[in-house]
């Protein structure tokens, strides 16, 4: 697909710059609203190629697009606010957010895993609103099922969930096709096997968010695989200190208690 800067999308969308983090379906292009009450920064997602119309690609992009429409109300998620589904006849599928900052930039990997100055309290804090969103959507049967850090977002002083194409319910049709891998390498829990047939997928959101935690808390690139109770190096405890480091150890490292989000958000 071809794009180019201060090229106008949909009649409204001025683009300005191209994101340099990019995903498998789709490509992020910054943007201006060019309309005479518009104001502040926007991002437009477009599918990445216009071949993957009408494929499961494409499928998985308007799933994405429509849950943003559909729940734009809900504070816990990045709103979709414009957008067109293409055709056969113009096949460009775009949708438009507002532009919000991925909290990875707020905690980045540390170059010293004992920087005490780090704040884990305010990881917990963001990953605390996080996890009510989470709350919410699980008691409708709604499962995320690609949780990791680079799909939470900050805006408008609020931490929110973006990226839904992968989500899941009750009315969905089936997208993953039998040997297909669900979730993010490394985010994934184990139940999530090519094999497996996973019907509730809210315990697996849970792993993925103590994954995520870990890697926020810890300071890591890369979440860490083993045991906690036979390695120190896969608990949140050995990289931060802090008078309840204990408590958020059980989360990250102790996969097998997979607590609900309803006790953990408590």
Known sequence: MKLKQDEVVGGRWRLTSQCRNQGANGIVWFAEDTTAAGSGEYAIKFLKSESFFGTPKHERFLAEMRFGRLHASNPGILPVIDSDEGSLENPRSWFVMPRAVPLWERFPPRRSTTDRLFNLSCVCTHLLEVARTLEQFHSQ??????????????????????????????????????????????????????????????????????????????????????????????????????????????????????????KGSR
């Open 141 to 262: 049967m709604v499962w995320h099922r690609d949780i990791k850090p680079d799909n939470i977002f900050v805006w408008q002083d609020k931490t929110v969930l973006g990226d839904w194409g992968s989500a899941d319910f009750p009315e969905k049709p089936s997208l993953t096709a039998v040997g297909d891998r669900r979730g993010a390498e490394g985010y994934r829990a184990p139940e999530l096997s090519a094999a497996a047939a996973v019907t509730d997928f809210g315990p697996a959101d849970v792993w993925a968010f103590a994954k995520t935690l870990f890697v926020l808390g810890s300071g890591h690139s890369w979440p860490i695989e083993g045991s906690p109770a036979r390695w120190a190096g896969a608990r949140l405890s050995t990289y931060r200190t802090m008078s309840r480091v204990r408590c958020f150890s059980i989360i990250c490292s102790n996969k097998r208690r997979k607590k609900t989000l309803r």
